[in-house]
């Protein structure tokens, strides 16, 4: 669901196939550095599942170099801002796309059933 949204903004992004346990969604820079963009996590507690997923769009300035995603040390995080800059879209407009595209897959999944 993140890939596809971010497919939607302009961002190619893919899944980390070079890191085990690394979830979520990643881009290459052109430096060829790959970075985190997306997360997706769940949490289960006395048997009842919470997942969810997020995005970087535009965060407030801070140093990304000191957040570990996921308890990955070493990774390097981005955001949609430093990936199209000024023609990022607004928090809002990705949240529709991201709501978009959840719809799209509920119901890619129901008519296969």
């Not at 949490?43 to 990304?64: F, K, Q, R, T, Y």
């Not at 995080?77 to 023609?87: F, Q």
Request: include cysteine; aromatic fraction near 8%.
């Amino acid at each position: 669901m993140c890939i596809q949204t971010l497919a939607e903004c302009g961002i190619r992004a893919f899944r980390n196939p070079y890191t085990k346990g690394a979830q979520g969604a990643w881009i290459q820079n052109r430096d060829g550095a790959i970075r985190k963009i997306g997360f997706l996590g769940y949490s289960d507690s006395s048997g009842i599942i919470i997942h969810g997923c997020a995005l970087n769009v535009a965060p407030p300035e801070l140093p990304l170099a000191l957040i570990y995603p996921c308890n990955l040390y070493g990774v390097e995080m981005t955001h949609m801002r430093a990936v199209l800059g000024e023609t990022t879209p607004s928090l809002g407009s990705v949240l529709q796309t991201l709501g978009e595209t959840f719809i799209q897959i509920l119901e890619k999944e129901k008519a296969a059933r």
